[in-house]
């Protein structure tokens, strides 16, 4: 006999261009990098035998990318809280950043 799972997610995102500015990395600096405000909510909650939990994420991607090597620089930062009935909401935030620290594109070598 199997136990019944019931799951409900909804996301939502949107991500704007902001503008062009210098973005730096170790492989280099990238004059006029594109820069791109990403930001998703994510709602989900499980049902099983019960039992409910329910997670919100909030997150956030700041990311500049220039035309001749891709993604230079993106800064993350997601905030999630986890709820079950009985018990108090728990939260944890992370935040991660990733720089290009090198590359060859077409015979050419960053840094």
């Known amino acids: ?3 019944q799972v019931a799951a409900d997610v909804q996301t939502e995102q949107r991500t704007v261009r902001t503008g062009s ?6 492989a280099g600096t990238f004059s006029s990098a594109c820069t791109f405000d990403t930001r998703v909510t994510l ?3 499980v049902n099983v035998a019960g039992f409910s939990v329910s997670t919100r994420t909030e997150g956030r991607t700041l990311l500049s990318a220039h035309p001749s090597v891709g993604t230079v620089r993106s800064e ?4 999630s809280t986890t709820s079950t009935a009985g018990a108090p909401p728990s939260s944890q935030t992370t935040r991660s950043t990733t720089v290009l620290i090198e590359a060859d ?7």
Do not use: F, H, K, L
């Open 1 to 3: 006999m199997g136990m």
């Open 21 to 26: 500015a210098a973005a730096t990395a170790p």
């Open 43 to 45: 709602n989900s909650t």
């Open 76 to 79: 993350q930062e997601s905030t």
């Open 105 to 111: 594109v077409n015979g050419r070598r960053y840094p």
